[in-house]
């Protein structure tokens, strides 16, 4: 990623969450962003297997993970780790 | 499974407050390399971050740099260092002139001097100065460093460690791998653990840690060194709130620090660090020297073993 400035963007900006699971029936992405929400971010199933979705977000700190057939997953290439308000661990992404 | 993750991932009760940004500044630390490089390329571009940040009065506070005492002497003729310290260190930050040890209680001077100008909702930024930052790559991580203090405020975390990449034969890789996780799951096992969840790089230098925090690991007895290690022993005891962040691939300014003997010192020191804090822990306890007694010998033989190992590889 790309960040050019110390401070900060207000701008949104689309950021791409990709999930290597090609045996799952369904992924989804759950983050502060959509209140954790499963039903928000449905990721979609791409031709090489893994799950993609697009998501605009603001500028900060979010905190998300990927629901594997409905099991909370980390992001393997995430930034950063952290843990949500329950104490699981989950993925960390920047946004600038 | 399912209902369990569903549960796991609802918001709590109070889950936005979390996300909402405290009012607190946060406190750049600057720890001024010990040998001064042969020029400023490195330094030079970590100043230039210390002038911005300086400017932004409104986040941060009036940044500190940490400079030995030993470092000021043995370049005090220098007119190089002294129109660098001057003109670019001095005027974009609090020099704290300091006689140390060693890096560690450079670390205990700074980050004491901040928190003391500090306030509850504050947040502290250790920014080790002797990294190659003039680099292509050194750059990109300036630009990432900022993350640190950002995480531990928006997130509310007590501390947020970030972890660079080096390569499996880098020697920093290998003293943690066969040296300090090693003697950590001897000596604190449930804690190693944990902490791995989170990090590769317990010894990070680059961190950033809230004041309530800091304010405890401050009024500890401060270790002689490893530092990181024991600050984050101490937050996974005391449940405290840990990130990690990856900051990039920079590298330390050469400085021996890749040396065999380097590393054997500092695998021997954190053995003794461990030490000392299980003893401290355990000596309430009836008949702590038998347990003691046991886990030295196993560490002991890992400690052997991890410097046959780098022995191998750096030798």
Redesign the interface.
């Known amino acids: 990623m790309n ?5 900060p963007n207000k701008t949104l900006r689309a950021m791409n969450f990709i999930c290597n699971a090609p045996q799952a029936k369904s992924v989804r992405l ?1 983050g ?1 962003f959509n ?2 929400n ?1 039903a928000a971010h449905p990721m979609k199933h791409m031709p090489d297997g893994a799950w993609l979705i697009t998501v605009e977000l603001k500028h ?2 979010h ?1 998300y ?1 990927f ?1 594997v ?4 997953t980390l992001d393997p290439h995430a ?8 104490g ?2 989950v993925s ?1 992404v ?1 946004v600038s | ?2 209902n369990a ?2 549960r ?5 009760a ?2 936005k407050k ?2 909402e940004r405290r009012a607190g500044k946060i406190h750049p630390v600057v720890i001024y390399p010990f040998r001064q490089p042969v020029d400023d390329s490195d330094l030079a571009p970590l100043y230039e ?1 210390i002038a ?2 300086d400017t ?1 009065k409104s986040q941060y506070a009036r940044p500190i740099t940490v400079m030995d005492r030993k470092t000021h002497y043995a370049n005090e003729t220098q007119k190089r260092f002294q129109e660098f310290r001057k003109g670019t260190v001095a005027r974009h930050s609090d020099i704290l002139d300091a006689w140390c040890v060693d890096t560690c209680q450079m670390w205990y001077s700074g980050l004491g001097m901040a928190f003391d100008k500090g306030s509850p909702d504050d947040v502290y930024w250790l920014i080790p100065g002797d990294f190659n930052y003039g680099t292509a790559v050194g750059r990109d991580v300036l ?2 460093l ?2 640190l203090p ?2 531990c405020m ?2 509310d ?1 007590d501390v ?1 460690i970030g972890e660079i990449e080096t390569d499996h034969n880098n020697s920093k890789q290998l003293i943690d791998t066969y040296g300090t996780f090693a003697l950590l799951y001897n000596w604190f096992p449930a804690e190693a653990r944990e902490l791995r ?2 990090t590769e790089r317990p010894r990070s230098e680059f961190f950033a840690i809230r004041h309530g925090f800091l304010g405890e690991v401050l009024r500890q007895r401060w270790f002689a060194y490893e530092q990181t290690v024991v600050m984050l022993l101490q937050a996974v005891s005391s449940s405290r ?6 900051v990039g691939n920079v590298s330390d300014l050469p400085e021996g620090s890749d040396s065999l003997a380097s590393a054997m010192q500092q695998v021997e020191r954190t053995e003794r660090v461990l030490k000392t804090i299980w003893r401290e822990r355990h000596q309430p306890n009836p008949g702590w020297t038998e347990e003691y007694r046991v886990l030295e010998a196993q560490s002991e033989q890992v400690r052997r073993t991890a410097l046959i190992v780098l022995e191998n590889l750096l030798g």
């Open positions: 960040r050019s400035t110390y401070g759950v502060d209140e954790w499963p900060g700190h905190r993970a629901l057939d409905g099991t909370l930034q950063g780790i952290t843990r949500n308000d329950q699981e661990r960390l920047p | 499974m399912k993750a569903a796991a991932t609802r918001p709590a109070g889950a979390t996300r971050l911005r940040l932004e630009g990432r900022h993350d950002e995480i928006e997130l975390q947020c969840q989170y709130r840990i990130s990690r962040f990856f």
